[in-house]
């Protein structure tokens, strides 16, 4: 299988992907990225949404998708400022 199958795993995976490029668009790190995805892929694993297979296999592509910077768009359309802030803390 290389793609989900499962209707609620595709709604669930473009959910988690456009949460994740909407914290991009607001200069998160690739780390801040994991930590919102872990935690939302475990509260499908807590919730038992998705069947094992399925949830096995949404865990798979989010953990490739978040690792391939291709996936994301930076604030200004591209990937020169994708995590770089222009604010200050």
Known sequence: MTALQNPEAIRHFQSLCDAC???VSRYHSPS???LYAD???HALR???VLDA???RRLEEL???WI???SSFIGPEGGLNTLYESGRAY
């Open 46 to 48: 807590r919730t038992s």
């Open 32 to 34: 801040e990225l994991r």
């Open 62 to 64: 989010i953990d490739r």
């Open 53 to 55: 297979q399925s949830q």
């Open 21 to 23: 490029q909407g914290l």
């Open 67 to 69: 690792l391939d910077p």
């Open 39 to 41: 935690g939302y892929l």
